[in-house]
Structures are given as C-alpha cells and as structure tokens.
C-alpha cells in the first residue's frame, strides 16, 4: 500500500471540462482528461459528463478510487460556494441551481470541494505555481473575461456571496466615464484589458490614429483574425499603434493591481492568460506602472509575475481544494 | 477569585492616546483614560505616556495588572505590524522606528498584541459594534483622511506590507484626471471623502455653482468655520448646493464600497467618524449608490452601515486583537 495521497481536481468550462489526478505535492499525475461540456444538452447530462471526466481522470493515471482521498470541483460563476451549487453562469446555459458538490459526493463517496474557477486557479499558483514562495497572492486571469483570485495564508477569499475576486469587475475608471462592460457597467478592468477589448481598443485607436501602423491592415478584418495575440505580435515587431495598445494595457492591469495592494497588500500579484505569452517586456510594463501608481512602501516589494502552470491551475488548484478539505478534518 | 478575562486597548494618536479595560464581553470597566500625546517631546517620552495610560486604565477600572489577561496596542500608519514597529508615522513625528510591542510586552509582562488604529477599529466593529453579526466586514472611517480596515472571519487582513484596509488610498478616480490626495497622487478615496476634501470640494462647487445657496455665506472663512458638518447641516436645511456636495460623497464613498465588494465581498460595510452624524439620510444615499454602481448579485444583500462605538471603536478593537492573541495560544 502507497503512502501518497491522491486527489482528483475537475475544472469545468463553458466548451470542455478537464480533470486529473494530483499528488501531496501538487504534481499531475497524467495529462489530464478532457471532455465537451456540452452545456446545451442540460444540466443532468453535465452532471454525468463530470462524472465520466473525474473517472477517465483516474484510469488515466493507473489508479483506482480507492487511492482518491478526496475530490475538488472548480465551475465558473455565478455560484453558490458554501451550498456547492451552480446557479445560472452565463456560459453554462441552461443549467441552473446543480447540487455539484453534493452529488460528485454521493456518486464517489469522497469528500468533495467546490470552487470559483478563477479562485482555485489562484489557489493553484500558490500552491505550486508562480507563487508558491508567497505568504498572500492575488491572482488576475486574462481571457475573453478577466477573472481573479485573492489567497491570503492558504485561505480563498471566497466573499459571503461567492463573489470574492471578482476582479473583472473592479472599476478602474467612473461609471460617467469608463468603457462599457459586458455586465452592464462601465469602468470595469474587464472592459479594458481582456483580450477581447484590447481587440476593441485597437479598433477604436486605429480609427483616429495618425500615424502609419500594420494594424492598419486589418481595419476590416473579423476578430478570429485581428486578436489580441495579433495585437501584441504587431507591438513585439514594433509598431507603435499596437506598442501603445499593449503599453495602455499594462497600465489598465497596473492600476488594478494598485486597487489590491491599498485593500489586501499581498506579497505577490500574478497575471494568467494568453497575455502571458507577451514575456518579460509586458510584466515589467505592469510593473513599472504600479510601481508609478501605486502606495509607495508596498509597491517596494510586491512582486509582479506571470502565472506559470497554464490551463492546468483550474484542476490543480481544484485538487489544492480537496487536499485542503481533508487536511482540515 | 474571579473568572472574568480582562483586556487593556490602547489607542495611541496624533494629538491624544486613550486606553481601557474591556472584558471578554467587549465591556470598557470605565470611561477611556486619556493622556496627551506630545510627539513632539520624543518616542522615549511616547512609550512613558503609553505606559502610563496603560496604568492609569486598569486603575479607573478598579484592577490590578493581576487582572489583565494580554494588552492591545494600536498605533498610526506607517508601521511594521508583525514586528510590531512603529516606522515613521507623519502625524507622530519624529518617531522613528519604535519597538512599540515589545516595549510594552517587557514592562508589564503580558502578551502584547500590535496593530494598525484603524484595523484595530474595525476588529472593534466587528467583535462588538455595527458589525458584531457579520463573519466578513469593511470599515470606511472618515476624518481629516479616510483610513479602513478588513476583517474576514475573525482574520484582521494587515497585509503584507502592513497596508492592508489602506482604503483611503483605493482609486476611485483615474491617475490622469483624479483629484489630487495629500499622498500625492491622484485619484484617492481620500481626494474626494474626508472631511478635509469635503470642505475643499465646497469651496470649489462654490465658485462655480450658479443657483442661490447658503454656503456663500463662507466664501471667505476659514476652515475652522465652515467644516464638513457646517455642509451636512445646510444640507439638512435644504440647501441645494450643500445636498449636492452630500450627495456627491455618499456617491464617492459607494465607489469605494464597490471596490471592496468586487474583491472580498463582505457581509457588511461599514462607515465610521464624524460624517456618521448625518444619520440614516446620508447611509441611504450610501446604500442606493451601491446597488447601483456595484456587482448586482452581492449588493442585493450587502449591509450598508454606521459604526456604533464611535472613537472607542479603536481602544475596544486593540483589546479584542490582546483577547485573539491570548486565544490562539
């Protein structure tokens, strides 16, 4: 009989979910498994998918369940996270009100966690990832969405509504004056610095920019071909419309990064996501802009870093989730 | 021999230092014994008067030190909290790098518990005031600066860099177009809500404001004449340009709640000081803003509130961190 421990982390996703086996120390233990959400086939149909995910999950890695110690399960919002509940997450539609936590219980007889996905990714990175040397960490994830996670000694901000780290939706310019967002809103750091609206911006600034720029070049082009990535190759080649979405960017992640360290002061701000690509050039961007912006004696030290487990942290960090979850019984 | 715990807080101040007895309950034994501050006369001299005021409680309560379980120091920003270090604070210059904590452990032999004045206020709150029923809260204290602190679940959030709950210093403008804070940067909290830029965006309103209004009156008075409350007043009397700076910075201060509910979303939020005299008129102008700037799920039931213990909040809150440190061993 094996000593080591084993927990299986499930990130669910609006198009697939993933899962893996993970070990004490973090590891996957094999490529991890991954199936279609089909979110439109219904909420029961999900429910079993998730099932058939966790188990391939554990075949995957020659194991049995007998070797599982507990379960972590990561979903995008909106949640309920203490009831372990899916509510009505926009890009799980129609599902509404699934007992996730309760029924991957009652089906594996482990104990389960149940997690924010972008706060069991936080959790991931500072479990093993890019901030595993840090004592507190904030977390931004930026996608089509911007997503966050706030860990502060091994503890999830969860907040009392599951909204804790909703840091997509903190505001970094006035509700008179800041870009709309997708909730509604205006201001949102969303609404400035995920990849679909530096696509947006790049739009926006080309109609009016003077100068000559290769992004020019696809003033008609659709979004599948004028990207985000596209945007910040164009900057890396030099072109100075593109160099300035990417630096405005940098600034907008800067500032709010600043909103962090004057609430919880971490140790370490971490940025997830394709952007990620960008390298050392866009981190001591955003370093450099909170350094300017904000409160001196914190911004001394906090560091700034790019996420470093990928895709995966969802899954780790969902496994983080359980092995929690047991080492607190 | 009796079984009741005693805590001494202190509150140590720019111009004055309070402490009293509190029992496990949150009870002060007595009215708070108040001694002058006078940095001015030296840090040795400081950690006397700290001393004696220490003293001076457990008499007022009818003690002896016998009866004191741990004591609580808070003290101003900048400060080190785990080292329990005062660094150097504007408002108690020139101190600079005062062993507060284990000053104050050495000479009475107690545990001593260090933190932040306004952390302290809030734990304050939280333990047995506005928030006693909440298991996550933010305090907004609003006075000549706007200061903050964050509990969740019995966990002071310090920071990393002891500037956790520096909400003053949370944007709630652009660093391009905010008004400018004494921090020298644009954009703060504290730019637009103390009571200081309270009367400052008065003046400014005044200047251009073209109806009838009672504030010019005090075109030309001092700050010791028109104040904060002398606004909220002709507010109250129905003066249109006054209601307009109310309303203004219950807007302000709803900006920052919403911050705070997109990153810990707490149970309550919670604002003290002197403007919590305008009564439930103004927390009601608070409250509308934040359900309609703020994320849609968590303000449906976030608590907007006042603070209860009004400036005894800090000393209850010290003793409360004396009673955790006691506990937690």
Redesign the interface.
């Known amino acids: 009989m094996s000593e080591e421990r084993y927990f299986v982390g499930l990130d669910v996703g609006g198009t697939t979910m993933k899962a893996a086996v993970v070990n004490n120390e973090g590891h996957p233990q094999s490529v991890p498994a991954v199936m279609d959400t089909h979110a439109e086939r219904g909420q029961d149909a999900g429910l079993e998918t998730m099932c058939a995910t966790i188990r391939k999950a554990v075949a995957d890695a020659k194991l049995t369940m007998d070797n599982i110690a507990a379960i972590g399960v990561a979903t995008p919002g ?1 949640m309920d996270i203490k009831a372990g509940l899916i509510l009505d997450p926009p890009n799980l539609k129609p599902w509404k009100n699934v007992p996730v936590r309760d029924h991957i219980q009652k089906v594996f007889g482990k104990p389960t966690a149940y997690q924010n996905d972008a706060n069991a990714a936080a959790y991931g990175e500072f479990w093993v990832g890019a901030a595993q040397e840090a ?2 960490m904030v977390l931004f994830t930026l996608g089509t969405g911007v997503g966050g996670g ?1 860990i ?1 000694n091994d ?1 999830i ?11 997509g ?7 008179d ?1 800041g870009r709309i967002c997708g ?1 509604g ?1 205006r201001g949102c750091l969303e609404a400035y610095a995920s990849a679909t609206n530096v696509v947006k911006r790049a739009r926006e600034e080309m109609a009016c920019w003077r100068g000559v720029s290769k992004l020019r070049n696809y003033y008609t082009a659709n979004d599948d071909v004028l990207t985000a990535r596209l945007v910040f190759e164009l900057a890396a080649g030099g072109d100075d419309l593109a160099r300035k979405i990417v630096d405005d960017t940098a600034y907008y992640l800067a ?1 709010g990064a ?10 370490m701000v971490v940025f997830g996501g394709g952007m990620v690509a960008a390298g050392e050039g866009f981190r001591s961007l955003i370093d450099g802009y909170v350094k300017r ?1 904000g ?1 001196p ?2 911004t ?3 560091k700034i870093s790019f996420a470093s487990l990928g895709s995966d942290a969802g899954f780790i960090g969902a496994a983080g989730c359980a092995r929690l979850l047991v080492q607190k019984k």
């Open positions: 909106l004592k507190s706030i502060i503890v901000i969860e907040g009392e509504h599951s909204h804790g780290g909703e840091l939706h903190l505001r970094i310019d006035t509700p004056r909730c809103a500032l600043c909103a962090l360290i004057a609430t919880v002061d971490p140790d912006y409160l004696f914190p001394k030290t906090v």
